[in-house]
């Protein structure tokens, strides 16, 4: 019986002291994190040495803070998630040193994801009833969807996890070791995923999966949201003009557009949740998807909004996940694969297909849907890789 890590994330309700140590630790995180960014910038220029996490907090424990005393208020925060914030600062540098990514920007307030990491220390730590959770130097916090968790009760493990703040709700992730004894029976045939921007996701089984972003219910969540940034722009017009009174109104309605685009995104990764759990539950011994270039389809400034709204890299995340979760192959085909131009008749590769062509017709009398011909292509592909 082997041993998985699974991440869990549910909504909790903290007290309001605790809501206050949650936004302090995330400030202090933020703050290093910006720190330590700007030290070893500051250090690049002066032709010194990188320094490395270890050093840094080294660095600021027993030389920095004793000679600035009005940043004692550092030491007040969770040691482990202000660890956790030096950690991931080197992890950016290092992914800019490897042309991985551009150089690390700055986390500004308000704006960018910061999370209060905390890790299990000791058997006290990282507790989790039915309805409550117990996290280091919070205590314990109520969960607002019971029984989701896995209950320590049960014998479950709680390695490590973070706390976040998305739209004035408060959320929780844990990483639990649970025990993998399911035995799946797969059938023999696989299937092939083809992505697209008119449907979501064509399978060579014959299902298609709509575009979530064409429904009206998003439709109408998004003009309402154009509504809700026209207003804040209009707020932050007017402080510009010199009118101090728009300032508390300008943070009340940041938090509508934020809670507007929080039930979209939800939306969007619900739809993507259910459409993966659907392909999974058929069992098959391998789904085949090919190797997008979304970086290359988002320069497009008329289908960038659309390929942005599908969310392209995290269905294929989720999907990686869950293939390894239930024992399936996942295939990747390269991006340069002819699947919407290959005949999957003949084989013959139609050179003049165009974007607007969406019959595949091939000079062997074989007439299909453009999407459901690359599924089946990518299903029977013989080239490709394992994910």
């Given at each position: 019986?082997?041993?998985?890590?699974?991440?869990?994330?549910?909504?909790?309700?903290?007290?309001?002291?605790?809501?206050?140590?949650?936004?302090?630790?995330?400030?202090?995180?933020?703050?290093i994190?910006n720190?330590?960014?700007?030290?070893?910038?500051?250090?690049?220029?002066?032709?010194?040495?990188?320094?490395?996490s270890?050093?840094?907090?080294i660095?600021?424990?027993?030389?920095?803070?004793?000679?600035?005393?009005?940043?004692?208020?550092?030491?007040?925060?969770?040691?482990?998630?202000?660890?956790?914030?030096?950690?991931?600062?080197?992890?950016?540098?290092?992914?800019?040193?490897?042309?991985?990514?551009?150089?690390?920007?700055?986390?500004?307030k308000?704006?960018?994801?910061?999370?209060?990491?905390?890790?299990?220390?000791?058997?006290?730590?990282?507790?989790?009833?039915?309805?409550?959770?117990?996290?280091?130097?919070?205590?314990?916090?109520?969960?607002?969807?019971?029984?989701?968790?896995?209950?320590?009760?049960d014998g479950?493990?709680?390695?490590?996890?973070?706390?976040?703040?998305k739209?004035?709700?408060?959320?929780?992730?844990?990483?639990?070791?649970?025990?993998?004894?399911?035995?799946?029976?797969?059938f023999?045939?696989?299937?092939?995923?083809?992505?697209?921007?008119?449907d979501?996701?064509?399978?060579?089984?014959?299902?298609?999966?709509?575009?979530?972003n064409?429904?009206?219910?998003?439709?109408?969540?998004?003009?309402?949201?154009?509504?809700e940034?026209?207003?804040?722009?209009?707020?932050?017009?007017?402080?510009?003009?010199?009118?101090?009174?728009?300032?508390?109104?300008?943070?009340?309605?940041?938090?509508?557009?934020?809670?507007?685009?929080?039930?979209?995104?939800?939306?969007?990764t619900?739809y993507?949740?259910?459409?993966?759990?659907?392909?999974?539950?058929?069992?098959?011994?391998?789904?085949?998807?090919?190797?997008?270039?979304?970086?290359g389809?988002?320069?497009?400034?008329?289908?960038?909004?659309?390929?942005?709204?599908?969310?392209f890299?995290?269905?294929?995340?989720?999907?990686?996940?869950?293939?390894?979760?239930?024992?399936i192959?996942?295939?990747?085909?390269?991006?340069?694969?002819?699947?919407?131009k290959?005949?999957?008749?003949?084989?013959?590769?139609?050179?003049?297909?165009?974007?607007?062509?969406?019959?595949?017709?091939?000079?062997?009398?074989y007439?299909?849907?453009?999407d459901?011909?690359?599924?089946?292509?990518?299903r029977?592909?013989?080239t490709?890789?394992?994910?």
């Amino acid at each position: 019986m082997r041993k998985l890590l699974k991440s869990f994330k549910t909504e909790i309700n903290p007290t309001e002291e605790q809501k206050t140590k949650i936004r302090k630790t995330i400030g202090t995180c933020r703050f290093i994190y910006n720190f330590y960014l700007a030290h070893n910038k500051k250090l690049h220029e002066d032709g010194k040495k990188f320094m490395s996490s270890n050093k840094f907090r080294i660095w600021l424990n027993n030389e920095y803070l004793p000679q600035h005393p009005e940043y004692s208020w550092i030491k007040e925060a969770y040691s482990k998630a202000v660890t956790q914030s030096v950690n991931n600062g080197q992890t950016a540098f290092t992914r800019f040193f490897n042309h991985e990514s551009a150089f690390p920007n700055f986390k500004k307030k308000g704006e960018s994801d910061v999370k209060m990491y905390f890790v299990k220390n000791n058997p006290k730590d990282c507790h989790c009833e039915r309805h409550r959770i117990k996290i280091p130097s919070l205590g314990w916090v109520r969960i607002k969807e019971k029984g989701y968790i896995p209950t320590t009760k049960d014998g479950y493990v709680i390695k490590s996890g973070s706390v976040s703040i998305k739209a004035d709700r408060y959320y929780v992730s844990v990483l639990v070791e649970v025990s993998d004894n399911k035995t799946i029976n797969h059938f023999d045939e696989g299937i092939g995923i083809d992505l697209g921007l008119k449907d979501f996701a064509i399978v060579s089984n014959g299902r298609t999966y709509q575009n979530i972003n064409k429904s009206a219910k998003l439709k109408k969540l998004e003009r309402q949201l154009i509504r809700e940034q026209r207003c804040l722009s209009r707020k932050y017009e007017n402080l510009k003009k010199g009118d101090a009174t728009q300032r508390a109104n300008i943070q009340k309605q940041k938090l509508k557009v934020q809670k507007l685009h929080h039930r979209i995104d939800n939306i969007r990764t619900d739809y993507i949740n259910k459409t993966i759990a659907e392909m999974v539950k058929i069992k098959p011994s391998y789904i085949t998807i090919e190797d997008l270039n979304v970086k290359g389809m988002m320069k497009n400034r008329h289908l960038s909004k659309a390929v942005a709204s599908q969310k392209f890299y995290e269905f294929r995340a989720k999907l990686l996940a869950k293939c390894n979760e239930s024992g399936i192959e996942l295939r990747v085909v390269d991006r340069w694969y002819p699947s919407s131009k290959t005949c999957h008749c003949c084989g013959s590769i139609k050179k003049d297909l165009k974007l607007s062509d969406r019959i595949f017709k091939c000079r062997c009398g074989y007439i299909e849907d453009r999407d459901f011909n690359a599924a089946l292509n990518l299903r029977d592909a013989e080239t490709y890789s394992i994910a």
